[in-house]
Every structure is written in C-alpha cells, then in structure tokens.
C-alpha cells in the first residue's frame, strides 16, 4: 500500500466521529480528525439529552459533547479546523482537499451528520425553546401541552401520533389537503381525538418572550392568516445529509444518504459512513456511537490488512 | 391483535437491554424487562472504562452500570428479577414462562449477552486484575508488560497482533501446532517479533499477589510444564452466546448468535436482538446502545401498526 499521510482521517466531530476517534486514537493508529465547525454536531444546539445511557439525571447536549471532545484529545486524538471541499477516492488511497491543502489516507470514516430541513421563519432564535425536530427525543418535555407540528410525509405523521402520547393537543399543518404518509399511519392520525388539521396551510413565523407561545400559520389557497397559541412547535419537513464534499464518489440511497453495511462499509474498499449520513434506521447519539465504534475497528482492520 | 400483559418484555439489563427500556420506557410503552442476576451485564466486572463516549476521565464498569440501571427506573421502566426459561414465539403474541409464571407480550427484546469461554483454571479471581477477554478495550492497560495470550483463531491472533502496539511481549499459547485463524493474519503474527508462540500447550492456572503474576503453562504432547512470568493474560477460546431458553424458535448464524438486520428484527416478527447476544460485527458497550435504542423504537412501531 503507498505511503500517505494518515492511516485513517475522519470527518466530522459529532458523536459518531469523536467515537471513532476515541477508539481509533486509543488503538494508536495514525488519524486525524477533521471539523469545519465547533466540535459535537448537532448535540450542542441540543438543549437536553435524557435518553443517552449514563446519565441518569440527564446532560445537556453541549456539555455531553464537551466531554466527548476531551475523551478523545485525552486519548490523543489530533484534531484540526478545516472543511473539506472535495475528495478523490480509491481502494488504495484517499485524497482530501481542504481548501488549498491536501492529505492522503488509507482509509477514511464519513461522519458529517445531517440537518433538519428548516422552515426559515425564525425558528432558530426558538431552538431548544419550544422548537424540535425529534419527537423520540424531546416529547416528554411538553407533558400536557399544546404543539404544532409540521409535515405530512412518513416521519411527521409518526411523530404526531408518538406526541398525542404526551401532549394535550397537536396541530399538523400540513401544506396539502392531504397526507403523505402511509395508509395506516394516515388512518390512525385521521382517528386520533388529540391530532387536528391544519390542511393547505405553512407556518410563516412564530413569537413568544421565553419561549414559543404563538404559531402564526397561513393558507395557501385561501390566503388567510391564524395564530395558534402553542407550547411548542415540531418540524419534520425531511433532513438533507451533509454530502456535498462527495463528488458523487460513493454510492448514496434515495434520499442521499451514505449506503453503509453493518461493518459500516460504503461502496468504496476503505471507507466509511456512520452516524446521520448513513442510511440508518435511527438518528440517536446512541445509535451513532456505536456506528463509529464500529467503524475505528473495520477501518483498523482494513488498514492493517491491507498493510500487511 | 389480542390482549397480552405486556407491549414490550424486555429480557437482560445489561447496556443493550437497559437502553432498550430507557427508550421504550420514556415512550411510554408497557414495558417490563426481566433479568435473571444482577443488573448491568458483563460490564458489571469490568474494571474500568475508557472507550464509552461521555466519561473523559474513565469509569468503572460497575458505576456505570448504576447510571444506566438508575436512569432506567428514573424513566419508570419495571424491572424484574426472575429467569426466563423457555418460550412459544408468534407474531401476535410472545409467552416467556418464568419459572411456573407465565406473561405474555407482543413485541420481545432479546438482551441476554453472551459470556466470553472459561478456561476454568481459577482465572475469575484475577478478573480486572490482569485476566481479560478484549484486547480493544484492556490492551492500554498493559503498556510496556509483558502477556500471555491464549487461543488460535482468527479473533486471538488479530487481538495478539493488537497487543504488540503495546506490550513488550506477547506468548501465544495455542493447544495445537498450528494457528486456525486466516493466513493473512498468521503471517502477521509468525513475522512479528513481538510475538512467541507457545505451541500445543494449554494454560493450567495462574498465581499473584496483587494480580496475574505468573501463569502456568503444560505441553499436551510432552506433558511438560512451564512458568511465564506475565503481568497479564488474555483469553480468546470463544464467546458462548446466553441462549439457552429459545428453545430454536429463532434463526441463529453458525456460532449461534442470533440473526437480526439492521432495524434488529430477527427472523419472528416482533422479536428483536440486541448487543451480545446478536450476530453483531463489534460487542462494546457502545454497540450495545446503539442497538438497544433501534430495537426500542423498532417494538414500538411494530407494537403501535399491529395494535392498529
């Protein structure tokens, strides 16, 4: 195997990554993590996590991502501030660019996350104050409250119904006179005393002093306008994985995502996907720690297979 | 689907069968998990804890094992201790007799473990006291030592190889003339200096103050015996997956572990496999989580579209 400049880069400093740098690192290999922004993903813009395993009282996302950076500079994992811009990708040698840079590897562990598709109407000021994208992980936080709740896929028709469990009340709007989702899951929403309609209708903005208190949502036919008071407002209009560093270099499914085994392998000898820009059952910290475990130990594997 | 006494039954506390009820517990689902011995699993005597993502400093496998347990029943999950000793598997509906009890569910998680295979030379009371059975997570422990290592196939041979980064030495003591493990891998470990093989010899006992000081060492062909001084030794003889009570009701791969695919279905509908006990490609408490979250939301949706 040619001569490159680390054993194993990573991408991406969430969860899934720093988990891959523990172990990597701890495993002496020679890697280098790369982030383009403040280490810990989507976590830190998590107000409370109370369903990651040893924490009984609960952490807050940026706290328990502050951890997971020290875990992994404590074990020696190299970290550097730069985004990647474009890959070359063999069996044999994996080449980075980051911006005018360039650095070789043998192998490479994708995991740049993903984002919620966002609304664009100010919601981000209500992040972690009545905003959600994550039914499983913050319902429990609007214990007999109201909610507005957007989409009309799959996902969002789930997540309503998950809700009614917790909630007094959940608005869907939804921007056709119609649901997405499946029959099934359409019949049981349709049913549900605690689930009301708001068909033909998007969100244009909300308010609130600590939080959100007001939902403001118009009709798209009609024109007309309502406020909806409510405690909280959860959003599942898709999430876009973070590829655009790709280069159509690995094969993704159709949504975009990265297809992984469960040796987290993709479709290039080498490299690998975990955490949220995996095709994965579940978008958890839990669910991607394990990816990146998973995926230190084949990239060893492969790199010391392959070095003979 | 008919009345049972339960949604989900959840069989094992370890990380896998804990984080399961964490995640169904605070869905709020009818949830009990059944765990014949002491909460926590295998992590219970593991000495200390560097690779689980969110503890810098380390943890003792016993202490984390608490929070998990603790943030368990502070989500109001049912735990119960009692052994399951046979079953009858359907879609609809799951009976696990305990004892001369009998309780029925409609969707199964199955976190019962597995257990590494015993020497039975008296190696439990150096248990975190030089005697373990993984290299990726004790190895770092025994920088600059010197370990005996037992077994031939290709998990011993790839873990012995792993300990070179580390110790000063390694004795590979294998009870036949020559490795089973994949050729690729054999000729690593015959080229690597660090490496001496001990041929058809077994290990007969080990003796310590503090920990392993010296272990013992018979030739099965000249009944011969020996004494290596070792500050440790790792045992790779196999993994005995703790499936006793199945009674064949599920599809199992050739080493017995059961099939499950990545949403952690096996092959009866509403029965799921999680950590140790799965045909996982890495056992680590970080997998263990990982997987116990996907099984919880994967019994949820099935419990949720069959209860209609």
Same mark, same amino acid.
């Given at each position: 195997?040619?001569?490159?400049?680390?054993?194993?880069v990573i991408i991406g400093a969430g969860p899934a990554g720093l988990t891959a740098g523990i172990y990597a690192a701890r495993?002496?290999?020679?890697?280098?993590?790369?982030?383009?922004?403040? @280490?810990?993903?989507?976590?830190?813009?998590? #107000?409370?996590?109370?369903?990651?395993?040893?924490? @009984?009282?609960?952490?807050?996302?940026? #706290?328990?991502?502050?951890?997971?950076?020290?875990?992994?500079?404590?074990?020696?994992?190299?970290?550097?501030?730069?985004?990647?811009?474009?890959?070359?990708?063999?069996?044999?040698?994996?080449?980075?660019?980051?911006?005018?840079?360039? !650095?070789?590897?043998?192998?490479?562990?994708?995991?740049?996350?993903?984002?919620?598709?966002?609304?664009?109407?100010?919601?981000?000021?209500?992040?972690?104050?009545?905003?959600?994208?994550?039914?499983?992980?913050?319902?429990?936080?609007?214990?007999?409250?109201?909610?507005?709740?957007?989409?009309?896929?799959?996902?969002?028709?789930?997540?309503?119904?998950?809700?009614?469990?917790?909630?007094?009340?959940?608005?869907?709007?939804?921007?056709?006179?119609?649901?997405?989702?499946?029959?099934?899951?359409?019949?049981?929403?349709?049913?549900?005393?605690?689930?009301?309609?708001v068909w033909d209708s998007v969100v244009t903005g909300m308010d609130g002093f600590f939080g959100v208190e007001n939902?403001?949502?118009?009709?798209?036919?009609?024109?007309?306008?309502?406020?909806?008071?409510?405690?909280?407002?959860?959003?599942?209009?898709?999430?876009?994985?973070?590829?655009?560093?790709?280069?159509?270099?690995?094969?993704?499914?159709?949504?975009?995502?990265?297809?992984?085994?469960?040796?987290?392998?993709?479709?290039?000898?080498?490299?690998?996907?975990?955490?949220?820009?995996?095709?994965?059952?579940?978008?958890? !910290?839990?669910?991607?720690?394990?990816?990146?475990?998973?995926?230190?130990?084949?990239?060893?594997?492969?790199?010391?297979?392959?070095?003979?």
């Amino acid at each position: 195997m040619p001569q490159t400049d680390y054993d194993i880069v990573i991408i991406g400093a969430g969860p899934a990554g720093l988990t891959a740098g523990i172990y990597a690192a701890r495993a002496r290999m020679n890697v280098l993590l790369v982030e383009k922004a403040a @280490p810990g993903g989507q976590i830190i813009i998590t #107000d409370w996590v109370e369903n990651y395993p040893g924490f @009984p009282e609960g952490i807050s996302g940026y #706290d328990l991502g502050e951890k997971m950076l020290n875990q992994a500079k404590k074990l020696g994992l190299e970290i550097t501030t730069e985004e990647v811009t474009a890959m070359e990708l063999s069996p044999a040698v994996k080449t980075l660019h980051l911006g005018d840079k360039t !650095i070789t590897a043998k192998s490479l562990i994708i995991a740049s996350g993903a984002s919620p598709r966002k609304l664009n109407v100010g919601e981000e000021k209500f992040m972690g104050k009545g905003v959600s994208f994550c039914a499983t992980c913050d319902a429990p936080f609007f214990r007999d409250k109201t909610v507005v709740a957007v989409g009309g896929g799959d996902t969002a028709v789930q997540e309503a119904i998950f809700l009614t469990k917790f909630v007094n009340k959940v608005y869907l709007v939804h921007r056709r006179d119609e649901l997405r989702a499946t029959k099934i899951l359409q019949e049981r929403a349709l049913n549900n005393d605690k689930i009301e309609f708001v068909w033909d209708s998007v969100v244009t903005g909300m308010d609130g002093f600590f939080g959100v208190e007001n939902v403001h949502v118009k009709n798209v036919k009609t024109e007309e306008t309502r406020t909806i008071k409510a405690d909280g407002c959860f959003v599942w209009i898709g999430i876009v994985p973070n590829t655009g560093f790709l280069n159509d270099s690995l094969e993704l499914d159709e949504w975009g995502f990265i297809k992984a085994n469960h040796h987290m392998e993709t479709s290039v000898p080498g490299v690998f996907a975990v955490g949220d820009v995996r095709d994965t059952p579940l978008r958890q !910290i839990a669910t991607a720690v394990g990816d990146g475990a998973v995926a230190a130990v084949s990239a060893e594997h492969f790199v010391e297979n392959f070095a003979g």
